[in-house]
């Protein structure tokens, strides 16, 4: 089923065009690789579809409606959770405080937030104890993790990932795809930019930016 639709897509910075005419559809359950060339407009594509950026041309609808006309802190907040290559965590806070500080400022309330949080980092294949850990103290795929939590904690419906096998080895970047393909079939839409011919592979969709 759709959830996201790109039409005539184009986006032009200091009047050099990024980004031309591109109609695509993205589907729940499916787990999407947009790969290309460096400068191909990857990362780009990703900031449109997360709203931080506005097409100069054309209209990105979620659910049928025009992001462009949404709250943009209400799509990010509640439909859309982004994962960065760098993790963006708050490195003096535990894996579970950097959930549970999302879910705040989401306005995420729970029965018990804290429960709920370790019920995600669990999902993600975390253990108590390194739940309890500095997100320093972990290695860089379990910091993906935590990143990938985060990212559930308030429920979207699309995930957004720039690069998150990047910094990570084959054996991680394998267990992680695993993870993303999980949370496909649990009805999630995920789309990850991607160099790695693997990630890929691995996907359900390629589309590939000239």
């Known amino acids: 089923m759709s959830i996201m639709e790109l039409e005539n897509i184009s986006f032009s ?21 947009i790969t290309g060339k460096s400068g191909a407009g990857k990362t780009t594509l990703l900031s449109l579809l997360s709203g931080l950026a ?10 049928n ?4 006309n949404m709250d943009k802190y209400e799509y990010r907040s ?37 429960a709920y949080a370790m019920g995600l980092l669990t999902q993600v294949g ?31 419906n699309i ?8 910094n990570l080895d084959m054996d991680t970047q394998d267990e992680i795809m695993s993870l993303f393909k999980d949370l496909a079939s649990q009805g999630k839409c995920i789309i990850i930019v991607t160099h790695s011919p693997k990630v890929a592979e691995l996907s359900d969709k390629v589309f590939a930016l000239n």
Not at 24 to 30: A, G, L, R, S
Not at 81 to 110: C, H, P, R, W
Not at 159 to 166: F, K, M, Q, R
């Open 65 to 68: 409606k025009d992001i462009k």
């Open 159 to 166: 995930i957004l990932a720039d690069e998150p096998t990047g």
């Open 78 to 114: 509640k439909w859309v959770g982004v994962i960065f290559q760098s993790y963006n965590l708050i490195t003096t806070l535990t894996a579970i405080e950097n959930v549970t500080l999302s879910m705040d400022i989401s306005g995420i309330k729970k029965p018990d937030n804290k």
């Open 13 to 33: 910075y200091d009047n050099t065009k990024v980004i031309e005419n591109i109609n695509y559809t993205f589907e729940k359950e499916k787990v999407y690789a």
């Open 126 to 156: 975390l253990t108590e104890a390194e739940a309890n850990r500095r997100v320093l103290k972990l290695s860089g795929g379990q910091q993906q993790r935590v990143a990938i939590a985060r990212s559930l904690s308030y429920n979207p």
């Open 54 to 63: 506005t097409p100069t041309e054309g209209r990105i609808l979620f659910n």
